[in-house]
């Protein structure tokens, strides 16, 4: 008998210590159960009080995991192994997953805050009638500067970051996209051109600048320009926000040639194990006082009408972070241009890096 019960207390012990190894494992892999919801985003990209807010609400416990690129994300994704709840990302990249078959259709019954985005941001090109996707956030990719620094420098065209005076002066944001597609605008080509001869000869431009480039960089642009490091940053209009909030002597701009209009927004990912709670989670979120909470803290634009309404006039008035509809109509949105020339890009940014060692 006491071997029986030796032998009973044996198999418990061993029972605990299995679920105890397989709870931290799925937890440290983002593993999630139905309490659980991991949450992947953009490093710098919610105010983490609303994280609080929502656990608390809902009970869930949230598992929080962030991304520097959409095609660091996209692999991660499709990789399978991990699994994710909530992934917030762009426009380009959500087209791709589509395809890839990477994405669960939203269910708008368990939306209804959905109500509150502006018309505007909803059934854009690569996600018509939104199906699996929900703005988040949106913007520009432009040059923010500091005056004092920079002559008579104003910007208004990408061809003046060449400028000898800017000798390692510019931050730039660490993203192929909008690396290689800055150097395209500045020779006149749209930021989806894929034509080859267009390409190499952006790449020979872009080495070119590398003499005024002090560093490529990605969250930490933000100290660098606010703390006066360099004169100059090609940035996300967010980012040019929060800095400026950090420094008002600094100046965002979009430059005349044309631009980059993004767009970030929720989807479930197709590995999610949590889809109840993801809907819950993007509700929450869509919510105007979550949405207005949101956008001032991390200083990017809301696509929340009712949000926007919450906003102090002097964030919701400037033009340079909310442009107006005429104004984007000029810009581009990233096209999906497919897994190959995707790579490519990739490959030309790598390139330009390397240039610049
Ligand atoms: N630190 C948060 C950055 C999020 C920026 N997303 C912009 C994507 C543009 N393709």
Redesign the pocket.
């Known amino acids: 008998m006491k071997q029986l019960v030796q032998t009973f207390a044996a198999v418990l012990l061993a029972a605990f210590a299995l679920m105890y190894l397989t709870s931290y494992l799925n937890a440290s892999q983002g593993y999630t159960g139905g309490d659980t919801l991991t949450i992947y985003?953009?490093?710098?990209?919610i105010d983490p009080a609303l994280i609080e807010e929502f656990e608390k609400e809902t009970g869930m416990k949230v598992i929080y995991q962030t991304f520097?690129s959409?095609e660091a994300m996209m692999t991660k994704i499709s990789q399978g192994g991990t699994t994710f709840d909530v992934a917030?990302p762009?426009?380009?990249?959500i087209s791709k997953m589509k395809d890839d078959n990477l994405l669960l259709p939203l269910d708008p019954e368990k939306l209804p805050n959905r109500k509150y985005i502006d018309p505007r941001f909803l059934n854009l090109s690569f996600d018509p009638d939104n199906r699996y996707s929900i703005p988040y956030?949106w913007?520009t990719?432009g040059i923010i500067y500091n005056p004092e620094l920079v002559g008579d420098l104003k910007f208004d065209s990408w061809n003046d970051l060449w400028d000898p005076s800017l000798r390692n002066q510019i931050l730039l944001v660490d993203?192929a996209?909008?690396v290689i597609g800055m150097g395209l605008n500045s020779l006149g080509y749209s930021l989806n051109d894929t034509d080859e001869g267009h390409l190499q000869e952006t790449l020979a431009k872009l080495n070119q600048l590398t003499p005024n480039v002090k560093a490529i960089v990605?969250?930490e642009i933000?100290m660098l320009l606010a703390n006066e490091e360099a004169a100059v940053g090609v940035v996300?209009s967010?980012?040019a926000s929060e800095i400026m909030d950090d420094n008002d002597k600094l100046d965002y701009v979009v430059p005349e040639e044309g631009s980059?209009l993004?767009?970030?927004n929720m989807v479930i990912p197709k590995t999610a194990d949590n889809v109840k709670g993801a809907h819950r989670f993007i509700n929450f979120m869509l919510d105007p006082k979550h949405a207005a909470q949101n956008a001032e803290y991390?200083g990017?634009s809301t696509p929340n009408a009712e949000a926007l309404k919450l906003l102090p006039e002097e964030i919701s008035g400037d033009e340079r972070f909310y442009p107006s509809e005429e104004l984007t109509e000029k810009l581009e949105v990233?096209d999906n241009l497919g897994k190959r020339m995707l790579s490519h890009y990739n490959e030309l940014f790598l390139q330009f890096k390397m240039f610049k060692k």
């Open positions: 985003n953009w490093g710098d990209y520097d959409n917030i762009s426009e380009y990249a956030f913007g990719v993203g996209r909008e990605g969250d933000k996300w967010g980012d980059n993004w767009f970030d991390v990017y990233y």
